[in-house]
Each structure stands twice: as structure tokens, then as C-alpha cells.
């Protein structure tokens, strides 16, 4: 089996979902940072949503077909100004005109488009205290306080404070929401920075797998991705939480998904 080969089988695995937890992680990492292997993969799903397509394009045929046989047979017929008329079977067709041909017509947006229109702000608890002293429990709630009012700046700037300290780096709250002022910090602003949105990433990255905050740092992390412009790597999270068959914004996700 040559290289080419092998990784067509890894991506046919991985789209498959037949790849144990570590080789999936492990996969996803490779994708961010080789851009070959994540325009392969994005190749390859292509590929599999064209042989959709060609499917609904023989049942779009099979359709013409159908209304041209209603039509030989009196049951359509044409009124003045060229209208037609469906005398019976009419629900059916009106059924295989949503099926054929509604996502002709669906809206295309670009990914920095998809992440205006799915970014939605967080409240923080800012009565939770963390495993730290007291001092950064208190710069913890002053930057909670900040976060609320919609001062990003001067939250970033207290929680940059307290994810440094010993203690609280290996907390998964004090990230999560630097992460999501950055991500908010960004949004606001006329002057739309990218490496804003980098910063966002970092901190989503260091929240682990097992944390209650890693599925909604997943989704805002793919959101980061699609306000850089990255579909590869936002594609590569999208397909992981798709994969969970619950996630909480599965709607979106799979909305996204289509979108890309």
C-alpha cells in the first residue's frame, strides 16, 4: 500500500467513524498542523457528498419523467399566461420539488459570514470561586464583573493575571473565558484582528478532553476557525462533535457543515 493510499484509508476510517478515541485526536492534530492531510480530507468529503448529489440528480430525472407522464395524461394542464395546474398527485410533486431542488436555492455564506451568524456570548458565574488564593480568587471575580458589564479588555487583561498563576493553570473556567473575551473582544471591534481569534484558540486548546467546558470550547473554538477563515481546521472539529450524536448546537453544526 503506498503513501497515497494509506491516507486515503485513514481519512475513509476517520469519516467512517471508525477510529478509536487516541488515533481520532491524533488525526485531528495532524490536520492542523499539515495542510496536505487537511486538504485531502476535505477532498474526500467532497467526493462522498458528489455521489450524494448524483443521486438526487437521478431522482431529480425521475421526477421530470413522472411530471411529463401526468402531463400526457390530462392530469396537468396549462392555463393562460402559462400557468400549470396540478389536478392530482399534487402533494407528491409539491413533496419532490422540496426534495429536488431546495438546497439549489439555499443561501451560501462565507466562513467568516457562518461565524457572525452563529457567535452568541456567554454569562459568566462570577460567584464561583477557583482552587487559588484568595488575591486571585478576587482579580477572578473583579474580571467575572468586567466580563458581564461587556469590558473585555479589562477582563482579558485580569484573567491573563490569573490563568499565569500555579494554581489556576490547570483549571479549565479561567481559559474557557479568556478565551471567549478574546472571542467577544473581536467581535466588537471595527477593526477585526484574526490573531484575536488565535488567542481564543490557544486558550480553548487547554481545556482537556474530560472537562465539562470542553464541548462548548469545541464549538467556539470551530467558530475562531471560521472568523480566521480556516475551514480545513473548523471542518476537522465540526466532523468530531457531528460524530458525539448529542452535542448541545448539533443543529448548527450540521447546518455549518452543509454551508462548507
Known amino acids: 500500500m503506498d503513501a497515497r493510499e494509506e491516507i486515503y484509508v485513514l481519512i475513509d476510517r476517520y469519516l467512517n467513524n471508525q ?14 498542523s499539515d495542510p496536505e492531510l487537511a486538504q485531502a480530507l476535505i477532498l474526500q468529503t467532497q467526493a462522498e457528498y458528489a455521489v450524494r448529489s448524483a443521486s438526487r440528480e437521478q431522482r431529480k430525472q425521475q421526477f421530470n419523467q413522472e411530471f411529463d407522464r401526468l402531463h400526457s395524461q390530462g392530469k396537468i394542464f396549462p392555463l393562460r399566461q402559462n400557468t400549470w395546474i396540478l389536478l392530482s398527485a399534487a402533494a407528491v410533486l409539491i413533496l419532490l420539488l422540496v426534495a429536488f431542488w431546495g438546497n439549489l436555492f439555499s443561501p451560501s455564506y462565507s466562513p467568516e459570514e457562518l461565524f457572525a451568524q452563529n457567535f452568541e456570548p456567554l454569562q459568566i458565574d462570577t460567584d464561583r470561586n477557583v482552587s487559588a488564593s484568595s488575591k486571585i480568587n478576587s482579580i477572578w471575580r473583579e474580571a467575572g464583573n468586567f466580563y458581564t458589564i461587556g469590558e473585555f479588555d479589562q477582563a482579558i487583561m485580569l484573567m491573563e493575571e490569573v490563568v499565569e498563576d500555579s494554581l489556576f493553570k490547570s483549571q479549565a473556567q479561567p481559559h474557557f473565558y479568556l478565551g471567549m473575551s478574546y472571542l467577544q473582544t473581536y467581535q466588537k471591534s471595527e477593526n477585526q484582528d484574526q490573531s484575536i481569534l488565535q488567542k481564543a484558540v490557544e486558550q480553548f486548546e487547554k481545556i482537556s478532553e474530560e472537562s465539562v467546558y470542553r464541548e462548548k ?33 448539533d443543529k448548527q453544526i450540521r447546518e455549518i457543515w452543509d454551508q462548507l
Open 19 to 32: 477510529l478509536n478515541k487516541a488515533e481520532r485526536e491524533a488525526f485531528e492534530e495532524k490536520c492542523k
Open 217 to 249: 470550547a469545541e464549538w467556539y473554538q470551530a467558530l475562531a476557525y471560521l472568523g480566521m477563515g480556516n475551514k480545513e481546521a473548523a471542518k476537522v472539529l465540526l466532523k468530531k462533535m457531528m460524530d458525539y450524536g448529542h452535542h448541545y448546537k
